[in-house]
């Protein structure tokens, strides 16, 4: 992928040359930089791995008194849900009733 030195569009490999689409600036082809060029062409797909039946196991867990039913472990997530310059929120699940609740720094 080639971008335009003059307007900074995409370029278009035509031939021998790197062809804008945008603004019609034109410059030759370097196929010895082009050939360390990394591509997704040729590359073998991955496996996908279903984690559905031990995904709540991996989730990291910690102390936290549990409001319902006074389970001290949670599963626990961080979330930024307000202005980026305030602090996340953190979110707990109790291990055990499934109960949800949300600790704010305030």
Same mark, same amino acid.
């Given at each position: 992928m080639e971008f335009c030195d &003059? !307007?900074?569009?995409?370029? *278009?490999a035509d031939d021998?040359?790197?062809? !804008?689409?945008?603004c019609g600036y034109e410059k030759d082809r370097d196929t010895a930089a082009e *050939?360390?060029?990394v591509t997704t062409?040729?590359?073998e797909e991955s496996e996908i791995v279903d984690m559905s039946e031990s995904e709540e196991d991996a989730r990291p867990?910690? &102390?936290a008194q549990c409001p319902e039913c $006074?389970? $001290? +472990?949670? /599963?626990?997530?961080?979330k930024q849900i307000r202005a980026a310059d305030e602090s996340e929120t +953190? /979110? /707990?699940? !109790?291990? *055990?009733c499934g109960q949800k609740w +949300? &600790? $704010?720094d305030h």
């Open positions: &003059e !307007c900074g569009s995409m370029m *278009k021998g040359t790197w062809t !804008c689409g945008s *050939k360390q060029m062409q040729g590359q867990s910690t &102390e $006074d389970n $001290d +472990r949670a /599963f626990w997530e961080m +953190r /979110f /707990f699940e !109790c291990t *055990k +949300r &600790e $704010d």
